[in-house]
């Protein structure tokens, strides 16, 4: 019984080290296959209503949910508060995507469409006052 007890607690120290090590390899080899971003799209809004940034924020992130639950956690969108007071456009929409092909692949797929037609934020009240869409060169 006395040469047991010093095997088992070998074996669970074993056991703990290839599980760490194990789990380690699976986040070395998640964060190397990431996916540049080459595509980029920037709408400055127009706010008629006087949105809470938090509350636009949160609309945002929900769709960005989506785009995470799809298969691309880093493409989706950014929103900006414009900081001057001169302007009435008061934010910048930045869509950032792999490459042409995963843009049309989340836009279409059912989940985001879902997820617009579902989606009960206003978003009437911004309008988009300018569009501009950026190639990466390489």
């Known amino acids: 019984m006395k040469r047991i007890i010093p095997i088992i607690g070998i074996m669970t120290l074993s056991l703990s080290l290839i599980s760490t090590s194990c789990t380690n390899s699976i986040k070395e080899i998640e964060e190397t296959t990431k996916i540049e971003n080459t595509l980029q799209s920037v709408s400055y809004m127009k706010d008629t209503i006087g949105y809470d940034t938090q509350q636009l924020l949160e609309a945002f992130n929900k769709f960005n ?7 691309y956690p880093d493409a989706g969108y950014k929103i900006w508060l414009i900081q001057e007071d001169s302007s009435d456009i008061r934010f910048m929409v930045e869509g950032l995507w792999p490459n042409q092909k995963i843009y049309d692949e989340i836009h279409n797929n059912q989940l985001y469409l879902d997820a617009w037609e579902n989606d009960e934020f206003n978003w009437n009240g911004l309008v988009r006052m300018e569009y501009h869409r950026f190639k990466k060169i390489d």
Request: overall charge negative; proline content about 0%; charged content about 30%.
């Open 65 to 71: 949910e989506v785009i995470d639950s799809i298969g």
